[in-house]
Nanobody, 126 residues
Framework: DVQLQASGGGLVQAGGSLKLSCAAS????????IGWFRQAPGKEREGVSC????????YYADSVKSRLTISSDNAKKTVYLQMNSLKPADTAVYYC???????????????????WGKGTQVTISS
């Protein structure tokens, strides 16, 4: 079974930084996308950022593009999300996700997600 183990959430002040990690396991496929979705209280789940294992293409939501950086270590099947200049609006439960399908044309929220990890809470205080 595919497993996605996320870590790195926490509480920081606005303007601070956090780094999330997601370790994937349970599959041999070398062609996949791993990334992050988030859900804030009272809001719909939205795509944050994803990265392709084959060509390193990255995808970002417009709201985070200049502040977050996604990277990967394919040998470890681990993806990292460096989050800088955090805002209270970034407060949400962050979910590590995996997709084994073709990247969509409509942006990160349009990825068809095959697997969801358990969420990790990110809280930004003002």
């Amino acid at each position: 079974d595919v497993q996605l183990q996320a870590s790195g959430g926490g509480l920081v002040q606005a303007g601070g930084s956090l780094k999330l990690s997601c370790a994937a396991s349970g599959f041999d496929d070398d062609d996949y996308v791993i990334g992050w979705f988030r859900q804030a209280p009272g809001k719909e789940r939205e795509g944050v950022s994803c990265i392709s294992s084959t060509n390193g293409d990255t995808y970002y939501a417009d709201s985070v593009k200049s502040r977050l950086t996604i990277s990967s270590d394919n040998a470890k099947k681990t993806v990292y999300l460096q989050m800088n200049s955090l805002k209270p609006a970034d407060t949400a439960v962050y979910y590590c996700v995996a997709s084994f399908r073709t990247a969509p044309s409509g942006g990160v929220s349009y990825f068809v997600i095959d697997y969801w990890g358990k969420g990790t809470q990110v809280t930004i205080s003002s």
